[in-house]
């Protein structure tokens, strides 16, 4: 079975400054996929960033950037230059077309 | 691009009424999901749509719960009878390939649900 653990049910950070939020995960496939996706107050959930597993080259996307090592089977999101409107619950998923979900780590950023 | 639809946006039961939510997907995509959200936690996949056809239901209550997707389009996700521990965010999602890679998910704005 696939499981995801975020063991940070919350986390708050500075407008502007660096927060990184962990997420371990286990399976036993040899590829799968890895996604962060946002879930702001509205609900609607939206793809952050994207990590295959046979790539060693961490995804960046503006902003946000992973620590992905496979070995430890972590996959870390690393949010820069935190916004305001970066407040939201942050999930962590594992899978392909089928996807396995963490519980989540809400993210406040004070002003 | 419209996005994923659903209503209604809320919904209060009593327990043991019945509730019927509707989904459209973005047009084009073959896959579409139903996931329970229950506060405070991520969330959990029902079931699994390739065109009409069921991919994975195993986590489907099937005693209670049941959904179709007739002409592969939109899909009704339906609870009878209704129980107190059904309250929760039920999601939509709707997903197309990207070249060489997997399905990306879309999610709807989800239907709050709560059985009194």
């Known amino acids: 079975a696939q499981t995801v653990t975020q063991s940070q049910p919350e986390m708050s950070v500075q407008e502007a400054e660096t927060v990184t939020l962990s997420c371990t995960y286990d399976?036993?496939?040899?590829?799968?996929?890895l996604f962060w996706y946002k879930q702001p107050p509205s609900r609607q959930m939206i793809l952050v960033i994207r990590?295959?597993?046979?790539?060693?080259q961490n995804a960046t996307e503006n902003r946000f950037s992973v620590n992905f090592q496979k070995a430890a089977k972590s996959f870390s999101l690393k949010i820069s230059d935190s916004q305001l409107g970066d407040t939201a619950m942050y999930f962590c998923?594992?899978?392909?077309?089928?996807?396995?979900f963490g519980a989540g780590t809400i993210l406040r950023v004070k002003s | 691009e419209a996005g994923v639809a659903q209503s209604p946006r809320y919904k209060i039961i009593e327990k043991r009424q019945s509730v019927a939510f509707w989904c459209n997907p973005i047009?084009?995509?073959?896959?579409l999901y139903w996931y329970q959200q229950i506060l405070g936690q991520g969330p959990k996949l029902l079931i699994q749509?390739?065109?009409?056809?069921?991919?994975?239901d195993s986590q489907l209550p099937k005693d209670r719960f049941s959904a179709e997707r007739l002409k592969g389009v939109d899909s009704t996700l339906k609870i009878q009878p209704a129980k107190l521990e059904d309250s929760a965010v039920y999601l939509c999602?709707?997903?197309?390939?990207?070249?060489?890679?997997?399905?990306?998910?879309?999610f709807g704005p989800g239907t709050r649900l709560t059985v009194t």
């Open positions: 999602a709707s997903s197309g390939r990207l070249a060489g890679g997997p399905l990306e998910q879309y």
């Open positions: 399976t036993s496939e040899s590829n799968y996929y």
């Open positions: 990590q295959e597993a046979y790539k060693q």
């Open positions: 998923a594992l899978g392909g077309n089928k996807l396995v």
């Open positions: 047009s084009g995509h073959a896959t």
């Open positions: 749509f390739q065109n009409n056809g069921v991919v994975d």
